[in-house]
């Protein structure tokens, strides 16, 4: 059973620039999130979609966005990138998060520099 | 004051030794209550998971859930040098959001 795909694994970006990091769920899973990771701050929610929609959304600015595709596929954007938002992001799927907890793909490291 | 307190440690321990790991948390609407690990260029992976007060065991890994206290705790039996890893404490409500502690680093030296 193939787990969480996020690509690309690292990236490198430039202040102002932006980005856009992928995630491909597991089969089945309807929900997926992003997390941002950082050493000071831990795991910090960022948004949940559900079925296309976002279900949940996190205390993040609005240049942080996603979207889900029909196919569970997510895609996350951020725009303006700035220096803070260097950090490690998850994405993470399953078919219920309360009941059944994360799975997590290995993330993608973005470092703006 | 952060939704979720953890001890980022690092802990370091010896092989055989039983480990305990805590969290505290502020919110009392909080009933779902998990335990993740992460290992280096990983993402973490669901150990445990509790809902309300009580204990649940699962082979070496014990979790406990005081919801008085807001306190919860994993143990690991008989540790071995393949536990070395984050640990993680997560919990959320009503599941709109989830909150996790920032991981305490745990090695176990053979």
């Known amino acids: 059973k193939a787990g969480v795909t996020q690509t690309p694994r690292y990236l490198i970006k430039t202040r102002g620039q932006q980005v856009t990091l992928s995630c491909s769920p597991i089969?089945?899973?309807?929900?997926v999130s992003w997390y941002q990771q950082t050493p000071g701050q831990g795991l910090q929610f960022l948004f949940e979609?559900?079925?296309?929609?976002?279900?949940n959304k996190g205390n993040f600015p609005g240049r942080f966005s996603g979207r889900q595709f029909s196919n569970s596929r997510s895609e996350m954007n951020v725009s303006t990138l700035e220096l803070g938002d260097s950090a490690l992001y998850l994405c993470?799927?399953?078919?219920?998060?309360?009941?059944?907890?994360?799975?997590f793909g290995s993330g993608t490291r973005l470092t703006v520099v | 004051q952060k939704e979720v307190e953890q001890d980022p440690g690092p802990l370091s321990v010896p092989e055989g030794a039983i480990v305990s790991l805590n969290c505290t948390y502020s919110n009392s609407a909080f009933q779902y209550f998990m335990w993740y690990r992460q290992y280096s260029r990983k993402g973490p992976e669901l150990l445990m998971y509790t809902y309300s007060s009580g204990n649940k065991e699962d082979g070496r890994f014990t979790a406990q859930v005081d919801k008085s206290s807001k306190y919860i705790s994993l143990f690991i039996r008989d540790s071995q040098p393949s536990d070395s890893a984050t640990y993680l404490c997560?919990?959320?409500?009503?599941?709109?959001?989830?909150?996790f502690g920032t991981g305490t680093s745990l090695t176990v030296i053979p």
């Open positions: 993470a799927s399953s078919l219920d998060p309360v009941f059944y907890g994360y799975t």
């Open positions: 089969s089945g899973h309807r929900s």
């Open positions: 997560a919990m959320t409500g009503t599941g709109n959001q989830f909150y």
């Open positions: 979609y559900f079925s296309e929609t976002q279900r």
